[in-house]
C-alpha cells in the first residue's frame, strides 16, 4: 500500500502563489511516476503535471503552462507543485498520484495512488 498526503494548499489572492508538497510513504518512492491533478465543484478531475521517476522529464496541462511547475525530492519522498501566478479558475482540491508505470499519464485512470486532497482557492 502506498500513502500520499498532500499539503500546502490554501486561500490565496489572484496572481500569488503557492506550493503544495506530497509526502509519499514506502520505500520506493523513486520508482513511482508521479503527477498532480485537480478537481474543481462540479467538473471532471483534471490534468495537471507529471513527472518522471527520474524526475527528467516533465508535463504539464496547458492550462497552467508556465505558471506551474512539478518537482521531486527522492531523498524525502517528497512531491511538489509550485504554483505562480494563480487565477481564480484554479480554485479546485489538488491530488498528488502515483503510478508504477514510466508513462506519464494525463487520463486519471492509470494512477494507482491517490491522496487525500487539499484545498486550494484563489480569489480575484
Known amino acids: 500500500q502506498v500513502h500520499l498526503v498532500e499539503s500546502g494548499g490554501g486561500l490565496v489572492q489572484a496572481g500569488g502563489s503557492l506550493r503544495l508538497s506530497c509526502g509519499v510513504s514506502?520505500?520506493?518512492?523513486?520508482?513511482?511516476?508521479m503527477g498532480w491533478f485537480r478537481q474543481a465543484p462540479g467538473k471532471e478531475r483534471e490534468f495537471v503535471a507529471a513527472i518522471s521517476r527520474s524526475g527528467g522529464s516533465t508535463t504539464i496541462a496547458d492550462s497552467v503552462k508556465g505558471r506551474f511547475t512539478i518537482s521531486r525530492d527522492d531523498t524525502k519522498n517528497t512531491l511538489y507543485l509550485q504554483m505562480n501566478s494563480l487565477k481564480p479558475e484554479d480554485t479546485a482540491v489538488y491530488y498528488c498520484?502515483?503510478?508504477?508505470?514510466?508513462?506519464?499519464?494525463?487520463?486519471?485512470?492509470?494512477?494507482?495512488?491517490w491522496g487525500q486532497g487539499t484545498q486550494v482557492t484563489v480569489s480575484s
Open positions: 498520484a502515483a503510478s508504477p508505470n514510466y508513462i506519464l499519464y494525463r487520463n486519471p485512470g492509470p494512477w494507482a495512488y
Open positions: 514506502g520505500r520506493t518512492f523513486s520508482s513511482y511516476t
